[in-house]
C-alpha cells in the first residue's frame, strides 16, 4: 500500500508560495513607499524651488532614493510632478468634502468658510499653484493632465458652500458666484503674500471680504415658541 505524504507547494527554487507570496507583498511596499517619497519630495522641491530649479537627480537625492529607481515609478519629471500635483489635490478634496459633511450636519456660516479656505490655499497649497501654472499655461499635455484633478478640487469647494447654501435656504447659483469670488480674492491676497509680509493687512482684507458674504447667508428666523394666537389676552 502507497502512504500518502503531506504536499507542500513550492514554488521556483523550492521555495513555498508563502514565501514567494511574502516576498511580492514586501517589494509591493517598498515600491509605495519609493514613491511615496518621490511624490512628497516632488511637492517640498516645488515648493521651495520652483518647477525649474529640480532636476531629476535632486528631486531623486532629496527623496533618498536613486536617479534609476526614480525611473522605474516614472517616466519623465512632468509625469513624477503631475502625480504628486494629483496625490495633493486629492488629498485637499478629500479633506474639502468632509468639511463639507460637517456644514451639513451641524449648520456653518460663510466666515468659517472663508477662513477654512484661507488657512488650507495658504498653507503651501496655492504657492505650490502658482509654480505649476506657467508650466500649463505653455505645456498642453501638462494641462491637459492636470485638468480632471483640479476638477475634482472644484467639487469640493462646490461641496462646502452647496451645504451652507442648502442650510440657509439661498439661490445655489448665486452662493456659488460668491465661492468663485472668494476664491479668487484668496489666490490674489496669497499671490501678494509673496513681495508684502503684513499679516494684519491680510486679515483686515479678510474681515472686509467676510462681510461682504455674509450678507448673501442670512440667518434663519428664529421659531417663536408658544406664541400665542391674535387677540386673546395673556
Known sequence: MWLSLPHHDHGRGGRSVLAE????????????????????????????????????????????????????HFSSREDLV???????????????????????????????IVDYLWKIMSDRLFYVTMEYLPEARHNGDFRASLVPVVKGFHSGLDAIWMALATSRGTDPDRTRTVMNASMCMIRGMIAQTV????????????????????????????????????????
Open 21 to 72: 507570496r511574502r516576498e511580492r507583498r514586501s517589494q509591493q511596499e517598498r515600491s509605495a513607499e519609493t514613491s511615496t517619497r518621490l511624490l512628497e519630495a516632488a511637492i517640498d522641491l516645488l515648493h521651495d524651488r520652483g518647477i525649474s530649479r529640480m532636476p531629476t537627480p535632486e528631486i531623486a537625492a532629496y527623496a533618498g532614493v536613486s536617479r534609476g529607481a526614480l525611473t522605474h
Open 195 to 234: 513681495l508684502r509680509d503684513d499679516p494684519a493687512y491680510f486679515a483686515e482684507l479678510l474681515d472686509f471680504w467676510k462681510e461682504q458674504a455674509r450678507q448673501h447667508f442670512p440667518d434663519k428666523p428664529a421659531k417663536v415658541a408658544g406664541r400665542r394666537p391674535k387677540g386673546k389676552a395673556a
Open 82 to 112: 503631475t502625480s504628486a500635483i494629483a496625490r495633493m489635490l486629492g488629498h485637499v478634496t478629500e479633506d474639502l468634502h468632509r468639511f463639507a459633511e460637517d456644514i451639513n450636519a451641524r449648520g456653518g456660516s460663510s466666515d468659517e
